[in-house]
């Protein structure tokens, strides 16, 4: 815990300007991010008597070794930085609202050349229209089905409307007269655009617009005697209105707006989002927040707006946002949400008639969804607990381990071997910590060798951020061993430079780019676990303890799950812990072990998919994925192009001659492939239809990948 007095500014220091600060940890991570109109008057407020503060505040402050500022010329400009090192951060006292990416979205592709009808979830993509978002993805589908009647626009998928235009024959909604069919040329790209432009414009709520031509067409047919079309109109004017009547109208002046209110109490708080259009009730959305910080219910209204406009523009950000308190000052907001707009946004608590009505039936939602959080959150937080309670007690630890790491070995016969690293905070999952590793150190099956390797590799990199940070200053020394590692079987093997280039390979920087690293963003093996569990038994937990004991590390605790009988597994003992099969505790472990074991099959069966898949231009260094394509597409198959002259390789879109030269000799050096076999009838297959874009051509049937009928992943 550090005093705030020793890292505290001297007051000539900061200036009396706006600005945006930040607190950062002793490990250089940004913990607080914040925005002021006078950088010098709010920092003051933190260094004050550490009695006077909020608790959470105190907290902040006592973990919290510098702070740093930034300043800005206007409280804009403050508060547009402030959303922008929030989100790049991830600052774990900033009050955050829970991502809304699982909401169901209506969306409208505008951006194809024949725009589709979905259902979309996750970030919005630019040139896409979007409507809602919507409580469940059934009440999207059941909308669309009665609009597709009057607006019959795409809604399959490409490879049905690819599928389509092949054969010449549109899907059953083509048929039946809810799809205009633009796959077979029924109408044009131009029109079909159109009829999206229309369906788009009556979900935004211009409606009487669409009614009133229908109408008027359905009397034009009925005077003209067309009774059948006259009775399809009326039926598409009735499927209109049905479709309306989903939304009733909530406020009657056709108001874009959006209301936002709040429910809250000493520790959490809860949002919940109404979105009117065209006076009706178009989408909501809530979200449930821990409050780790000391705020108002005006500051809550300022995180959420950023959170609902930071990423919009235009029409997204409606004319009127209604809240039930106004951020402090007021100003800065409003003029935020007026240049992201595009125009004048009313920010502003409604005062009477059916606008504070409708507030009231927000605030209702909020504090309905406050409450089934609670009840949720207390029962999950008692399950959690008891569970990492009998995880210590069972292991004899000092305390509940708040952060455990889990590691398996996964291979395929001894190919491919790869490790994962799955992390697990409080009992829940940590997937932005997850890690994987490919073991460059030896070749072959030794699973204990391996997880060796990997803790080796793992806790190297936590103790170059301990070294650098100064945390730890004998880290030069174990970092010197760390290069002469114990193997698996007690002698010593030379892991540094293999070390380092495996790491390079499986996606993680060398330890010197690592240290390189200063801006605050959290770091890949900054944070130690106070429990690793690998995935196995004696031998492998063995292995793990090495691996830490070389390295001098001696207050992390390790222990292994068999998959046998799921028993607990701890170094220097004989006999397991056997936990019963209703404890908590062994729940968890088995919910991580079999998480790294998920984790680990899916990157090795991902890397041996690109090995199989790997050919001779996978061979050539810097030709990427758009000029293999060209390569294939211009000679039909490697065979042809392994028999091409450079001249005729240079003669392809982006191919000069250098480059021509190096894929003449890649392909003159890779083995011609065997024939391939039909097994039926053991005829020889002679290869001229085109091949993969890097597969091998003509690969043998029968010899197949024997390893992937006959082996077992592990």
């Known amino acids: 815990m550090a005093d705030p007095s020793s890292y505290r500014p001297k007051p000539g220091q900061i200036p009396d300007s706006p600005g945006v600060y930040r607190f950062r940890d002793?490990?250089?991570?940004?913990?607080?991010?914040?925005?002021?109109?006078?950088?010098?008057?709010?920092?003051?407020n933190y260094f004050q008597d550490l009695a006077g503060l909020q608790p959470r505040t105190r907290t902040m402050v006592t973990t919290a070794a510098s702070v740093e500022w930034t300043v800005v010329s206007t409280e804009v400009e403050a508060l547009q930085l402030e959303y922008s090192w929030i989100k790049e951060y991830d600052p774990r006292f900033n009050v955050k609202y829970r991502d809304d990416k699982s909401y169901p979205y209506l969306a409208v592709t505008m951006n194809e050349e024949y725009p589709r009808v979905q259902v979309m979830r996750g970030h919005k993509k630019k040139?896409?229209?979007?409507?809602?978002?919507?409580?469940?993805?059934?009440?999207?589908?059941?909308?669309?089905?009665?609009?597709?009647?009057?607006?019959?626009?795409?809604?399959?998928?490409?490879?049905?409307?690819?599928?389509?235009?092949?054969?010449?024959?549109?899907?059953?909604?083509g048929y039946i007269g809810k799809c205009s069919a633009p796959c077979v040329s029924r109408i044009s790209p131009d029109d079909h655009w159109e009829l999206a432009d229309e369906f788009?414009?009556?979900?935004?709520?211009?409606?009487?617009?669409?009614?009133?031509?229908?109408?008027?067409?359905?009397?034009?047919?009925?005077?003209?005697?067309?009774?059948?079309?006259?009775?399809?109109?009326?039926?598409?004017?009735?499927?209109?209105?049905?479709?309306?009547?989903?939304?009733?109208?909530?406020?009657?002046?056709?108001?874009?707006?959006?209301?936002?209110?709040?429910?809250?109490?000493?520790?959490?708080a809860a949002v919940q989002i109404f979105h009117v259009r065209g006076g009706r009730v178009r989408g909501q959305r809530g979200w449930v927040t821990d409050k780790v910080e000391d705020v108002t219910t005006g500051a809550l209204v300022e995180h959420a707006l950023q959170q609902l406009y930071g990423e919009e523009r235009g029409d997204s950000v409606p004319k009127e946002v209604l809240v039930p308190a106004l951020p402090d000052p007021v100003e800065p907001v409003q003029e935020w949400l007026t240049e992201r707009r595009g125009s004048n946004v009313s920010l502003r608590i409604p005062q009477r008639g059916d606008k504070k009505d409708l507030m009231a039936t927000?605030?209702?939602?909020?504090?309905?969804?406050?409450?089934?959080?609670?009840?949720?959150?207390?029962?999950?937080?008692?399950?959690?607990?008891?569970?990492?309670?009998?995880?210590?007690?069972?292991?004899?630890?000092?305390?509940?381990?708040?952060?455990?790491?889990?590691?398996?070995?996964?291979?395929?016969?001894?190919?491919?071997?790869?490790?994962?690293?799955?992390?697990?905070?409080?009992?829940?999952?940590?997937?932005?910590?997850?890690?994987?590793?490919?073991?460059?150190?030896?070749?072959?099956?030794?699973?204990?060798?391996?997880?060796?390797?990997?803790?080796?590799?793992?806790?190297?990199?936590?103790?170059?951020?301990?070294?650098?940070?100064?945390?730890?200053?004998?880290?030069?020394?174990?970092?010197?061993?760390?290069?002469?590692?114990?193997?698996?079987?007690?002698?010593?093997?030379?892991?540094?430079?293999?070390?380092?280039?495996?790491?390079?390979?499986?996606?993680?920087?060398?330890?010197?780019?690592?240290?390189?690293?200063?801006?605050?963003?959290?770091?890949?093996?900054?944070?130690?676990?106070?429990?690793?569990?690998?995935?196995?038994?004696?031998?492998?937990?063995?292995?793990?303890?090495?691996?830490?004991?070389?390295?001098?590390?001696?207050?992390?605790?390790?222990?292994?799950?068999?998959?046998?009988?799921?028993?607990?597994?701890?170094?220097?003992?004989?006999?397991?812990?056997?936990?019963?099969?209703?404890?908590?505790?062994?729940?968890?472990?088995?919910?991580?072990?079999?998480?790294?074991?998920?984790?680990?099959?899916?990157?090795?069966?991902?890397?041996?998919?690109?090995?199989?898949?790997?050919?001779?231009?996978?061979?050539?260094?810097?030709?990427?994925?758009?000029?293999?394509?060209?390569?294939?597409k211009h000679f039909g198959s490697v065979k042809r192009l392994r028999a091409a002259t450079v001249e005729q390789i240079c003669e392809v879109p982006g191919i000069g001659r250098k480059t021509a030269e190096t894929i003449a000799a890649a392909l003159l050096r890779a083995a011609p492939p065997a024939p391939a076999v039909n097994t039926a009838t053991g005829e020889i297959i002679d290869d001229e239809e085109p091949d993969d874009t890097t597969g091998s051509p003509g690969a043998p049937v029968t010899s197949g990948a024997p390893e992937e009928r006959r082996g077992q992943e592990t």
């Open 362 to 632: 927000v605030a209702r939602n909020a504090q309905q969804a406050l409450v089934l959080h609670k009840t949720k959150r207390a029962s999950d937080l008692t399950t959690r607990s008891r569970a990492l309670e009998e995880i210590a007690e069972a292991l004899d630890l000092d305390s509940a381990p708040l952060r455990i790491e889990c590691y398996d070995i996964s291979h395929l016969q001894g190919d491919d071997v790869v490790a994962s690293m799955v992390v697990f905070e409080d009992g829940l999952q940590r997937k932005s910590e997850y890690r994987r590793f490919q073991i460059k150190g030896f070749e072959g099956q030794d699973d204990v060798r391996s997880m060796h390797e990997v803790i080796t590799r793992r806790f190297r990199r936590y103790l170059a951020e301990k070294e650098r940070t100064g945390e730890w200053t004998d880290g030069a020394d174990a970092l010197t061993d760390a290069a002469g590692t114990a193997g698996a079987d007690g002698t010593r093997t030379a892991l540094g430079e293999n070390t380092t280039t495996a790491l390079a390979d499986a996606g993680e920087a060398p330890l010197t780019s690592s240290l390189k690293d200063d801006d605050g963003r959290p770091k890949r093996f900054a944070y130690p676990p106070q429990l690793v569990v690998v995935d196995g038994g004696q031998p492998q937990v063995a292995a793990a303890r090495r691996a830490l004991d070389d390295l001098g590390i001696d207050d992390i605790a390790v222990c292994g799950l068999a998959k046998r009988l799921e028993e607990v597994w701890l170094p220097d003992d004989d006999d397991p812990v056997v936990l019963p099969r209703s404890s908590e505790g062994l729940y968890l472990l088995q919910r991580v072990r079999d998480e790294a074991h998920r984790f680990a099959i899916t990157y090795q069966r991902t890397k041996r998919a690109k090995r199989f898949r790997a050919g001779p231009l996978d061979e050539v260094p810097g030709l990427g994925e758009t000029r293999k394509q060209a390569l294939i």
């Open 200 to 268: 788009c414009d009556f979900m935004a709520g211009r409606t009487g617009t669409y009614l009133r031509r229908l109408e008027k067409q359905m009397v034009e047919a009925a005077d003209e005697m067309e009774y059948e079309r006259a009775a399809r109109l009326r039926d598409d004017i009735e499927a209109l209105k049905k479709a309306m009547e989903k939304n009733a109208v909530v406020l009657a002046d056709a108001t874009d707006a959006d209301l936002i209110a709040v429910a809250e109490d000493e520790l959490e």
């Open 26 to 44: 002793e490990h250089r991570r940004v913990i607080y991010v914040g925005k002021a109109k006078s950088l010098r008057q709010r920092l003051a």
């Open 127 to 173: 040139g896409v229209r979007y409507f809602g978002p919507y409580a469940h993805a059934w009440a999207i589908r059941d909308t669309v089905d009665l609009l597709l009647r009057v607006f019959p626009v795409r809604t399959c998928s490409a490879g049905v409307f690819k599928n389509a235009s092949r054969t010449g024959r549109p899907c059953l909604l």
